[in-house]
Antibody, heavy 125, light 108 residues
Framework: QVQLQESGPGLVKPSGTLSLTCAAS?????????WTWVRQPPGKGLEWIGE???????NYNSSLKSRVGISLDKSKNEFSLNLNSVTAADTAVYYC??????????????????WGKGTTVTVSS | SSELTQDPAVSVALGQTVRITCQGD??????ATWYQQKPGQAPILVIY???NRPSGIPDRFSGSNSGNTASLTITGAQAEDEADYYC???????????FGGGTKLTVL
């Protein structure tokens, strides 16, 4: 069973770039899945950031689209998140996850079945 | 604002049945997925693809969809079920993902 582990700086300065990596172990990221980033500000709910398909297609949260980029490195079996021009509002726990999306001729389904443990990123000078 | 709406908080007596709901137009096309999150922990998947439970999730958890409303039912709630529960699906465009605001479940 694949496991995911986030890594990256825990502190980023305002106006800087937040860069995180999610390393997959126990399985390959070259599968028919979406590889996803989700964040959770302190005391708040979950917010979808964006996703990348194993073939390289990406989708991003409209509210973050101008600042976010997600990439895939199959050789390292990992995917990454870059979020630029950060402010205090970007302070959150950031999670990576594996997502599946499919259609069975009657309904569409989407779920995130594997999650990393999360990493806390604080934006502060 | 979220395209999926959940009640902020629900309570249930120990051993009783509780239903947590999620409303949104996208649920007419997408079956909702449900996650449980306990303090300081990552979310875990509890119900997906209609009414499937991952390995390790007790069978007291079940899910259903009707029209624009999805429900997570816990039959015989246990103290360890006290947590935040989030619903999730793709949005109406099919290219974005949405979460409900979360429901805090208290087991009395």
């Amino acid at each position: 069973q694949v496991q995911l582990q986030e890594s990256g700086p825990g502190l980023v300065k305002p106006s800087g770039t937040l860069s995180l990596t999610c390393a997959a172990s126990g399985g390959s990221i070259s599968t028919s899945n979406w590889w996803t980033w989700v964040r959770q500000p302190p005391g708040k709910g979950l917010e979808w950031i964006g996703e990348i398909y194993h073939g390289g297609s990406t989708n991003y949260n409209s509210s973050l689209k101008s600042r976010v980029g997600i990439s895939l490195d199959k050789s390292k079996n990992e995917f990454s998140l870059n979020l630029n021009s950060v402010t205090a509002a970007d302070t959150a726990v950031y999670y990576c996850a594996r997502s599946t999306s499919f259609y069975d001729s009657t309904n569409y389904y989407y779920y995130m079945d594997v999650w990393g443990k999360g990493t806390t990123v604080t934006v502060s000078s | 604002s979220s395209e999926l709406t959940q009640d902020p908080a629900v309570s249930v007596a120990l051993g009783q049945t509780v239903r947590i709901t999620c409303q949104g137009d996208t649920l007419r096309n997408y079956y909702a997925t449900w996650y449980q999150q306990k303090p300081g922990q990552a979310p875990i998947l509890v119900i997906y693809a209609k009414n499937n439970r991952p390995s390790g999730i007790p069978d007291r958890f079940s899910g259903s969809n009707s029209g624009n409303t999805a429900s997570l039912t816990i039959t015989g709630a246990q103290a360890e079920d006290e947590a935040d529960y989030y619903c999730n699906s793709r949005d109406s465009s099919g290219t974005h993902v949405v979460f409900g605001g979360g429901t805090k479940l208290t087991v009395l």
